[in-house]
């Protein structure tokens, strides 16, 4: 993990996620005194949109400019977000896509129905957008679930549908 055990690496790499993370040491990442552990965490650090990653309506206008050109947007869908819909994925969404990649590091709905997920997961193929579900923990249908329980069965609805748009791709 370049220089750091797997607690440490976990808990860095929500560091350098869309929200700001978090660390377990004052210093952050100046913890470990390592420039290798610096870059790999400016490597692969995406830039949110704004209301927790769940907009992304200003985000070409005050983008940063990167000469590397290795700017990732981060962009979080659920069922309860204004941009809930196809018209707004595609007004709102696919022109920062178009310049840059997306990555929508959560999706889900807060109920068990499967409505929100065979809509949006179709559409983010449709254009290329990266997608990781939230959350992989079984909290049952008040949240967005994707399992029933740690032995990996999927949430009804949901999760059974997020398991089933995986299947299709081997």
């Known amino acids: 993990a370049a220089g750091m055990g797997w607690a440490d690496a976990f808990m860095h790499m929500c560091s350098t996620g869309s929200l700001g993370g978090c660390s377990n040491y004052d210093a952050s990442f100046g913890h470990f005194q390592s420039p290798l552990l610096e870059t790999v965490a400016i490597v692969f650090m995406m830039l949110s949109g704004i209301n927790y990653a769940n907009s992304l309506t200003m985000f070409l206008q005050y983008m940063p400019t990167d000469p590397l050109n290795a700017v990732a947007a981060a962009w979080h869908s659920y069922s309860s977000n204004i941009c ?31 409505r929100y997920i065979n ?47 995986l299947a299709l791709y081997p």
């Not at 595609?90 to 310049?99: I, M, R």
């Not at 992989?136 to 609805?157: E, Q």
């Open 84 to 114: 809930n819909n196809a018209r707004c994925w595609t007004s709102v969404v696919a022109p920062v896509a178009a310049v840059v990649p997306v990555i929508t590091g959560e999706l889900g709905s807060s109920a068990c129905s499967a």
């Open 119 to 165: 809509e949006l997961l179709p559409w983010l193929d449709s254009a290329n957008i990266s997608y990781l579900a939230w959350t992989w923990n079984p909290w049952g249908c008040n949240s967005p679930s994707v399992i029933a329980s740690y032995d990996g069965t999927c949430l009804t609805g949901a999760g059974c549908a997020f398991k089933n748009r």
